[in-house]
């Protein structure tokens, strides 16, 4: 852009409408929103509405009609990925001239960059290191360490849980309330946050969240450098607003404040990540944070038939705090949602097995089929079932089940017990949960074994034994040794699924992860206690090893079409043409934890996760519930959830096969053994369980249930939440070979990630850790 006397070329280029390339092909909205330059905007854009085109057409105008040079914008998104379809869409519209936006990206390195220049504001220097996340939790430990605090009892995890949550809310150690200091250590979370800044000081190192918060305090307490970034852009853009947090929030927004020229893109519908600290407040108040601002609302869907859309802005209705819009669309009305009500989860992944086998039949590809959870414990269900009948599957933000490593350790305690020669098995959870036992135990552990031609797990009895260890580690091996014989013993007594449960109670592994106190390890529990689940199939522990092995053993070709199965929170910007959304059901979804933690914000962000799911359909909506769930041990009646009846009546299609007693002689148990029967025989005849009431008729007679079976239903409830992987699509991750990348697809242990520097690689998951 060397001539500032013409305008870019492509402005000129004009069709019949009289209007630029890029905007010719876009509907009336979507126009105003690219031609409306000035002043504060906020687009609206509902699912399937075309935001992006909107947005990347929007920046092109501003460069071609030259209301700006390229380095006097900036936009801003979540993703590096989305960062760079951006810049890919705008050079289609503009050429070479995207070359020279230097503040396209995503917010932590549009502020990494802005702090190389200003880090000596915040006593660091400019060549300051930027660590992640193993780095972080080995620091804490040192700080818990040092100052004499028991860290079994307050996890370094979970310090850095909070402290991350503290940054998210743009506050600094001094400005934390007494709630916030309470949260740690009995009244010392502010003192370890405020060691921990220092220490990072000390080391010119910063975390992930520094990047944003430096950056605010250098902005309210340096109004020169404020000043200069207002002056610097002219225009500011900001990609998917309602998943800001309160930093991000009130970084913007200062930037904002003299010129006033912000265009805000999100749907108030699709803000579904407070956990990471995503306020769905920032969006809902952009009109009284900019008075006058333009609201343009996106509203034509281009995806989904007129069915699926209507029962989502049906069920979106309920939530109160909401901007409100009605998608609709120019397609023809196709096939109503279908609400499937079936008699447990067994049935349930059996049902979904044969829908997708039909629809297969009719010639529609595996890869345009998605089923869709709440949690990824529901995963093991369908994986289980799609194995037995050859159906090609992949999980994607998430391990199949049988890898995760919470599920492979305690594997890995029961292969020692059955097969106590397992050196593998052995070798992997000897210090887990951390026993004190580093790499020379080990080391000792493995000469000894190959000098005596013996098993690790008989090397390690025979060490405990001897003066070849220190008294401590051979106390410890010795105490682990005498656990394992312990349970060879109760394996004869105990059926594997109670067996597991000793396991995990009595080795601290449970306990483990109770004291982390983080979302994560709540899922990973949920996780150990959807595999104690499935083992309740099985007589032996050996019948149950033998079918994970089979399991683990089933690996499709990559060319071939696959099943995608994944969390409702990792398919958001998705879409596929048959869609699959089991276990609506209460206590599954809505989350009975996500209720429990958040009250109303919660059941409306639930809500919002509800209305985000039945829009990445394009043909095909199917929604199903069970009757039943079996848990630890129990078969617990299942109310169907809320949701369901908040779908519009004229929307949906019911249907329900309650067949229970075949699926109760499938799984071993006869009426009499069934703690619900009694229950059951009471209801309806479930042949005619049809119809908008059969809701109601099917929660009948719950009140007048036994309390111990009332409990069961609350531990139902309490059971089934949400879970986060530790490794998702979009997650920023480091490797010590190719440095920093952000992932983008994902099949079991191996990912695909678009590095920085190196570009996109396959790697192994276990070579690259979080950055954040």
């Given at each position: 852009m060397t001539d500032n006397t013409a305008p870019y070329p492509l402005a000129l280029a004009a069709g019949d409408t009289g209007l630029p390339p890029y905007a010719e092909r876009l509907n009336l909205p979507q126009r105003e929103?690219?031609?409306?330059?000035?002043?504060?905007?906020?687009?609206?854009?509902?699912?399937?509405?075309?935001?992006?085109?909107?947005?990347?057409?929007?920046?092109?105008h501003l460069i071609a009609m030259r209301k700006a040079w390229p380095s006097e914008i900036l936009c801003v998104t979540f993703t590096n990925k989305a960062a760079r379809e951006m810049r890919h869409r705008v050079a289609q519209h503009i050429g070479d001239a995207v070359e020279g936006m230097p503040w396209l990206g995503t917010f932590?390195?549009?502020?990494?960059?802005?702090?190389?220049?200003?880090a000596e504001l915040v006593g660091l220097e400019s060549n300051y290191t930027i660590i992640d996340t193993d780095d972080q939790l080995r620091l804490l430990k040192q700080l818990i360490q040092q100052n004499e605090l028991d860290e079994k009892r307050w996890p370094a995890r979970q310090l850095a849980g909070l402290v991350d949550g503290w940054k998210n809310r743009g506050l600094n150690p001094g400005d934390l309330d007494a709630i916030d200091n309470e949260a740690y250590a009995n009244g010392r979370g502010q003192q370890f946050y405020q060691l921990y800044q220092d220490r990072l000081k000390a080391l010119n190192a910063c975390d992930f969240g520094d990047l944003l918060l430096h950056m605010l305090t250098i902005f309210r307490k340096h109004r020169e450098v404020l000043e200069q970034y207002q002056q610097r852009f002219k225009y500011i853009l900001v990609d998917e607003y309602q998943d800001t947090n309160a930093v991000q929030y009130l970084w913007l927004r200062l930037l904002a404040q003299a010129r006033k020229n912000i265009c805000v893109v999100g749907d108030d519908d699709q803000s579904i990540y407070s956990w990471r600290g995503a306020e769905v407040a920032n969006i809902l108040r952009f009109e009284k944070d900019f008075p006058?601002?333009?609201?343009?609302?996106?509203?034509?869907?281009?995806?989904s038939t007129p069915h699926i859309l209507a029962a989502a802005s049906g069920l979106i209705a309920s939530n109160s705090q909401r901007l409100g819009k009605t998608l609709w669309t120019e397609v023809n009305a196709g096939e109503k949602v279908r609400v499937i009500g079936v008699w447990d989860g067994?049935?349930?992944?059996?049902?979904?097995?044969?829908?997708?086998?039909?629809?297969?039949?009719?010639?529609?590809?595996?890869?345009?089929?998605?089923?869709?959870?709440?949690?990824?414990?529901?995963?093991?269900?369908?994986?289980?079932?799609?194995?037995q009948i050859g159906l090609n599957y992949r999980i994607i933000g998430g391990f199949r089940f049988y890898e995760r490593a919470e599920i492979r350790d305690a594997l890995a305690?029961?292969?020692?017990?059955?097969?106590?020669?397992?050196?593998?098995?052995?070798?992997?959870?000897?210090?887990?949960?951390?026993?004190?036992?580093?790499?020379k135990t080990l080391e000792k552990m493995h000469q000894y074994a190959r000098r005596a031609n013996l098993p690790l797990a008989a090397a390690a009895l025979q060490l405990a034994d001897s003066d070849e260890l220190p008294a401590r580690a051979a106390g410890t091996i010795g105490g682990l040794m005498r656990q394992f014989l312990h349970w060879r013993e109760r394996a004869e007594q105990l059926a594997p699924s109670d067996l597991l449960r000793e396991v995990l109670e009595e080795t601290g592994y449970n306990a483990m992860l109770e004291a982390e106190k983080t979302t994560e390890a709540k899922g990973r529990l949920e996780n150990l206690s959807e595999l104690a689940r499935a083992m309740e199939e099985y007589?032996?522990?050996?019948?149950f090893l033998e079918h994970v092995s089979l399991v683990m053993d089933n690996d499709a070709s990559p060319d071939e079409e696959k099943v995608t199965i994944m969390t409702m929170h990792a398919a958001k910007g998705l879409e596929f043409n048959h869609v699959f959304l089991p276990g609506w059901e209460e206590g599954v979804f809505p989350s009975q934890r996500a209720l429990d933690e958040g009250g109303l914000a919660s059941l409306e962000e639930e809500r919002r996760l509800a209305y985000v799911a039945i829009t990445r359909a394009r043909r095909r909506c199917t929604i199903l519930h069970a009757a039943n769930r079996r848990i630890y041990g129990q078969w617990t009646s299942s109310i169907p959830s809320r949701f369901i009846e908040e779908l519009p009546a004229e929307q949906i299609e019911q249907e329900t096969t309650l067949t229970g007693g075949a699926s109760l002689w499938r799984a071993g148990l006869s009426e009499q053994d069934d703690p619900f029967a009694h229950v059951m025989r009471d209801r309806p005849d479930r042949s005619q369980l049809r119809g908008p009431g059969w809701q109601r008729a099917l929660t009948s007679g719950y009140e007048t249930r036994p309390a111990?079976?009332?409990?069961?239903?609350?531990?139902?409830?309490?059971?089934?939440?949400?879970?986060?992987?530790?490794?998702?699509?979009?997650?920023?991750?480091?490797h010590d070979k190719f440095g920093y990348g952000v992932v983008t697809d994902q099949e079991g242990n191996k990912l695909e990630i678009e590095f920085e520097k190196a570009g996109v690689k396959r790697v192994i998951d276990s070579f690259v850790t979080v950055a954040g």
């Open positions: 929103a690219v031609l409306t330059s000035e002043g504060p905007v906020l687009m609206l854009a509902g699912a399937g509405t075309g935001k992006t085109a909107a947005l990347t057409a929007r920046l092109a932590h390195s549009i502020c990494a960059k802005m702090l190389r220049r200003h006058g601002a333009k609201v343009i609302k996106l509203e034509q869907n281009y995806r067994p049935e349930e992944a059996r049902r979904v097995g044969e829908e997708i086998e039909r629809v297969e039949r009719e010639g529609v590809p595996l890869d345009e089929i998605a089923i869709l959870v709440r949690a990824q414990y529901q995963t093991r269900e369908f994986e289980d079932r799609f194995i305690y029961l292969r020692v017990i059955a097969q106590p020669q397992d050196d593998l098995a052995f070798e992997r959870i000897y210090n887990q949960p951390k026993r004190g036992l580093g790499a007589e032996t522990l050996g019948d111990v079976v009332k409990e069961n239903h609350r531990s139902a409830a309490s059971f089934a939440a949400k879970a986060r992987t530790d490794i998702a699509i979009g997650a920023r991750v480091f």
